[in-house]
DNA sequence: CCCGTGATTTAT
DNA sequence: TAAATCACGGGG
């Protein structure tokens, strides 16, 4: 008998089904604290990368000068979140790295939840093949970057919907959100540039846990 | 600390 | 059309 999960003391708390669209149709502070211990589930060939999500960040639509959707900017990059919550918003930058986003509220309420960190729980394998830089496997997916490159997160997933898709969803992994005690909270990373956005308390992740980006 | 890398955005 | 920027990651 191996050692029992972090996300899951006992195996009466987990499970593997799809959430509800409800689910996403939430703010994406809300969203982003019920996120921490879902699945993000990726099929390859019929094999399954997987891990649960462990630290997350919520952008606030217009108002959000750190968001890419600030002051209401619909672009041809962006226009993934103005979709009804459960979309992915998958977008490429600094020349080499594609991070994800999932998409919050409703139609035409341009909100979302960066996916920042994952604990790796299937298909390491692959992962390590993916991520060639990874000296251990914290490195897998600490990160925006990272967890992209792990599960082979790119633009073809832009627009996506992560409740029925094939190969890329999200699964209700834990039956409840944790509890806030278990997750902490700070300014989000690398937004330096957003004025007073840049220190609210946008970014969650879970207390101790080492698979967590060593942004802050 | 610095730099790669290229799409997107902003300035001229 | 040109320049600057960027929700990052890797290597000193």
Same mark, same amino acid.
């Given at each position: 008998?191996?050692?029992?999960?972090?996300?899951?003391?006992?195996?009466?708390?987990?499970?593997?089904?799809?959430?509800?669209r409800?689910?996403f149709r939430r703010d994406p502070?809300?969203l982003?604290? $019920?996120?921490?211990?879902? @699945?993000?589930?990726?099929?390859?060939?019929?094999?399954?990368? $997987? =891990?649960?999500?462990?630290?997350?960040?919520?952008y606030l639509g217009a108002i959000d @000068?750190?968001a890419h959707t600030y002051g209401d900017r619909r672009t041809d990059?962006n226009k993934s979140m103005w979709a009804d919550g459960g979309t992915a918003y998958?977008?490429?930058?600094?020349?080499? %790295? %594609?991070?994800?986003n999932v998409v919050a509220k409703r139609v035409e309420d341009p909100e979302a939840?960066?996916?920042?960190?994952?604990?790796?729980?299937?298909?390491?394998?692959?992962?390590?093949? +993916?991520?060639? /830089?990874? @000296?251990?496997?914290?490195?897998?997916?600490? =990160?925006?970057? @990272?967890?992209?490159?792990?599960?082979?997160? +790119?633009?073809?997933?832009?627009g *996506?919907d992560?409740?029925?898709?094939?190969?890329?969803?999200?699964?209700?992994?834990?039956?409840?959100?944790?509890? /806030?005690?278990?997750?902490?909270?700070?300014?989000?990373?690398?937004? $330096?540039?957003?004025?007073?956005?840049?220190?609210?308390?946008?970014?969650?992740?879970?207390?101790? +846990?080492? %698979?967590? *980006?060593?942004?802050?």
């Amino acid at each position: 008998m191996g050692k029992l999960s972090d996300h899951a003391q006992d195996v009466s708390m987990t499970c593997t089904k799809r959430p509800s669209r409800q689910f996403f149709r939430r703010d994406p502070v809300t969203l982003g604290r $019920a996120l921490l211990g879902q @699945k993000l589930v990726r099929v390859i060939r019929g094999r399954r990368l $997987a =891990g649960t999500i462990v630290e997350t960040e919520a952008y606030l639509g217009a108002i959000d @000068k750190a968001a890419h959707t600030y002051g209401d900017r619909r672009t041809d990059r962006n226009k993934s979140m103005w979709a009804d919550g459960g979309t992915a918003y998958v977008y490429f930058t600094y020349g080499m %790295h %594609h991070c994800i986003n999932v998409v919050a509220k409703r139609v035409e309420d341009p909100e979302a939840v960066l996916i920042r960190a994952l604990e790796p729980l299937e298909g390491l394998a692959i992962m390590r093949r +993916n991520r060639r /830089a990874a @000296k251990q496997d914290t490195d897998l997916c600490s =990160g925006p970057g @990272k967890l992209c490159q792990a599960l082979a997160i +790119n633009h073809q997933f832009d627009g *996506s919907d992560l409740i029925n898709g094939q190969q890329l969803f999200i699964e209700l992994f834990r039956r409840r959100a944790y509890p /806030a005690r278990q997750i902490a909270v700070s300014p989000r990373i690398g937004i $330096a540039y957003a004025g007073r956005w840049a220190h609210k308390p946008l970014r969650f992740f879970l207390t101790q +846990n080492p %698979h967590v *980006s060593k942004g802050s």
